[in-house]
């Protein structure tokens, strides 16, 4: 790109006029006094892979991709990270000034350090993880708390052939457990993580029983409308710490926007204000 072209960015999706990193990334070019922009683009299925080889003639640096296209950019990018192949899916790409396209997965990123900002005090090795959930955010979830060194994850879907897929693909450290028991893995974990869209405002509450939470343990929720679900709630009145899941798609966003416009983003509490805007 010439030094003169404004670098462009922004998200890909359908529908995409819910995501917030439009505001996320728009408030860190302005905090940063960079030149650019981030848009948001409704892109069908059928158009994917035209309007991915179009961007860079454009100017677009690079992308994030939200649902429903996660998993088809991983047969149309030229580089994919191990992580990402690890996921089976990519949330932002690269474009490369010698034309090839580059896939990563950051939410698994994203989800590690949003929980070492909410609970410092976090030790990966202290105990057992029970998750809920067996869609795509789960898969980056598992991948990110095994490389972290969790003993072993107690992974429960109402689908359980999902969940007995993913443990197949992660390994040994993951125990499926039964839908209708899943109120009994929480009294074993130290962190509990909602990966799941239970609980998502237009969506079914999570009908799991959490009297079995322990003291002091960690409870986070992905689903970040409403901020304070019921699980986080019902946590917090338990003696939990909990994370919100704001946080995640704040840190996921950090390393997209580095690589893309060159300057490494703070997530502070002025980004949680913009993304809540």
């Known amino acids: 790109m010439s030094a003169n072209k404004i670098p462009l960015a922004g998200v890909i999706g359908s529908p995409i006029g819910h995501s917030k990193s439009p505001q996320i990334h728009q ?7 960079l030149d650019g922009f981030y848009i948001p683009m409704d892109v069908a ?3 994917l892979r035209d309007a991915l080889l179009m961007l860079p003639k454009m100017g677009f640096v690079g992308v994030n991709i939200t649902v429903p296209h996660k998993e088809a950019v991983m047969d149309i990018a030229d580089l994919i990270t191990d992580r990402a192949t690890l996921i089976g899916a990519a949330n932002t790409l ?4 010698d034309g090839k396209i580059h896939a990563d997965n950051t939410d698994g990123y994203g989800f590690i350090e949003n929980l070492k900002s909410g609970a410092p005090h976090w030790d990966p090795k ?32 109402r689908t359980r052939v999902r969940a007995e897929k993913l443990a197949d ?6 125990r499926v457990v ?35 939470l322990r003291k002091g343990s960690i409870v986070t929720d992905l689903v970040y409308a ?15 710490t909990t994370v919100d899941g704001l946080g995640m798609l704040l840190h996921q966003a950090v390393p997209a926007f580095e690589r893309w416009f060159g300057k490494r983003p703070v997530v502070d509490s002025a980004t949680r204000a913009a993304a809540l805007r």
């Open 45 to 47: 299925p059928e158009n």
């Open 27 to 33: 408030h860190w070019l302005k905090m940063l006094g």
């Open 178 to 212: 039964d839908w209708v028991q899943a109120g009994n893995i929480l009294e074993d974990a130290t962190l509990t993580v909602n990966t799941t869209l239970l609980g998502m405002i237009g969506k079914q509450e999570l009908r799991v029983p959490l009297d079995g």
């Open 126 to 157: 202290s105990g057992p993880a029970a998750v809920f959930g067996a869609g795509g955010a789960s898969r980056a979830v598992l991948a990110s708390l095994l490389d972290a060194g969790v003993p072993e994850i107690l992974l429960t879907n």
């Open 169 to 174: 693909d992660f390994g040994k450290r993951i």
């Open 94 to 97: 690269i474009f490369r000034k």
């Open 226 to 240: 409403p901020l304070q679900t019921k699980l986080l709630s019902t946590a917090q009145e338990m003696g939990c």
